[in-house]
């Protein structure tokens, strides 16, 4: 059979609200043109995000349904432990509420003002975290990621020699650690190949730098390598992953993508006095070590998720809905990011609406004209989310203008699928008529979560 069908039936329905075009247009303007300040319920595809917002199974649910809330020490603790080290293989574990905080445990305990930390891409609340401490997030991908149309394999990798330049400039003693994120999702969800992570920890390895993982998309990340590196060819996800957090000294994971859950996360290390560290804090942030900010109900989902993350046949469908979307839009020339990424589409804004200047967010444009045409919520991943000001209120462009679409985990189907790509074609063939937008109010730190804009002309 040729069809890759979904491997799961559907158990539980939830209402699609479909809007007018006149009702959208409405509660775009009462929304600042900013998609984030949106009801959701006014979204009848909201691809915003693929973080928390995946369907579980009936396994997660049995599984929650045995949840044990003691505050220390409880059963579902030890089921999330024991998944977590199975797959990371790493000791000192703890659970946190989602990815940021367990970055921010990490940032906190390490970091000093004038540190720097190299990243093939920090997501944005890495980046935050990071920047909070008074150090520098330093980004380094290769060189291929910032061709959108290149079709290389593995466009996550993080630039050697650039890593090498880093530590030559800046010295060890200012790199507490160097992170890889797995995918790259700040550029375009892309993969790192199994090689690139060994080069990486190599080059760390001869300064004594630790190596954190940020590993949201391990699974995924992990189908790819299957995928496209000989040496793996047919090998199991799981061995796959092992391998690589084999390389890592830690990891901050955020179980809203690979662990199939609606909140969670962790943070793992390997060293013992940084556990002391992240112990403590834990306590005063999060919660007891054995719960950190969640509830055991959701310690026994993510438990039961992490391992369905790393199923083939998952993995193999979740793929196929991207590359459906992805060569469909192809076909009909809309430009993206290629190949396409693990868990989304990344429609290239600059090269979709050249006319529109980078610091009038082409990429907005796009979003607000999705919602309009087809009440298709997306993302702008480019200046909006991406750009800088620097000590001067000079405003920079990100290096590239992105338009994420992001598919929540076992939620939509063919059909869903087939709208969005009417609606994508809709706007890319009135796309001279997407003008630019200016921000007028914006907060310090991560301004497109709540920043109100208004089109220009
Ligand atoms: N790292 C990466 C690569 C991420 O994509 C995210 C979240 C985080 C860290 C933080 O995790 O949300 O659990 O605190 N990404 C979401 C997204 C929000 O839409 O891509 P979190």
Redesign the pocket.
């Known amino acids: 059979m040729k069809t890759i069908i979904e491997p799961f039936r559907i158990k539980m329905t939830e209402p699609l609200k479909v809007t007018t075009r006149e009702e959208r247009v409405a509660k775009l303007i009462e929304a600042h043109h900013n998609v984030f300040l949106l009801d959701a319920e006014d979204c009848a595809l909201d691809l915003?995000?693929?973080?928390?917002t995946g369907a579980m199974s009936a396994q997660q649910w049995a599984a929650m349904m045995i949840g044990d809330e003691s505050y220390a020490g409880s059963r579902s603790w030890k089921r999330f432990e024991a998944a977590v080290r199975d797959i990371t293989g790493i000791d000192h574990i703890f659970p946190t509420h989602?990815?940021?905080?367990?970055?921010g445990i990490l940032a906190e305990c390490v970091l000093k003002p004038g540190d720097v930390v190299p990243n093939n891409s920090h997501?944005?609340?890495?980046r935050a975290n990071v920047e909070y401490r008074g150090a520098v997030a330093l980004n380094l991908p290769c060189a291929e990621a910032f061709d959108t149309a290149a079709e290389a394999p593995f466009k996550g990798n993080m630039d050697l020699e650039g890593l090498k330049r880093c530590i030559a400039e800046h010295g060890v003693e200012k790199i507490p650690f160097a992170m890889i994120?797995v995918?790259?999702?700040?550029g375009g969800g892309q993969p790192v190949s199994m090689a690139n992570v060994r080069g990486v920890k190599e080059i760390l390895k001869r300064h004594g730098i630790p190596l954190i993982i940020?590993a949201?998309?391990f699974a995924e990340n992990a189908y790819f390598i299957r995928e496209r590196e000989p040496e793996f060819e047919g090998r199991d996800l799981l061995e796959i992953a092992q391998e690589m957090f084999s390389y890592a000294d830690g990891a901050?994971m955020?179980?809203?993508?690979d662990g199939l859950a609606n909140i969670?996360?962790f943070l793992v290390c390997r060293d013992g006095e940084w556990a002391e560290h992240f112990r403590n804090l834990l306590i005063l942030r999060e919660g007891f070590p054995t719960y950190g900010g969640l509830a055991g109900r959701d310690l026994e989902a993510i438990a039961v998720g992490l391992k369905e993350a790393l199923d083939y046949d998952y993995q193999v469908y979740r793929h196929a809905t991207v590359e459906y979307m992805a060569s469909r839009l192809l076909e009909i020339g809309v430009p993206m990011v290629q190949p396409a990424g693990g868990?989304a589409i990344f429609l290239d804004a600059k090269k979709m609406v050249p006319h529109v200047p980078l610091l009038q967010y082409p990429g907005v444009g796009i979003v607000n004209a999705l919602y309009v045409e087809g009440g298709i919520r997306a993302?702008e991943l480019g200046t909006v989310a991406f750009g800088y000001i620097d000590e001067t209120g000079q405003e920079h462009p990100a290096p590239l203008e992105l338009v994420?679409m992001?598919f929540p985990r076992r939620v939509y189907t063919q059909s869903h699928f087939d709208y969005m790509i009417e609606a994508i074609v809709a706007v890319w063939r009135q796309r001279d008529r997407i003008g630019g937008h200016r921000i007028t109010y914006q907060a310090k730190q991560l301004r497109h979560f709540t920043c109100h804009m208004e089109p220009i002309g």
């Open positions: 915003l995000t693929d973080s928390g989602q990815g940021r905080a367990a970055e997501f944005d609340t890495t994120t995918t790259n999702n700040a940020d949201c998309r901050t955020s179980c809203k993508k969670g996360g868990h993302v994420r992001a």
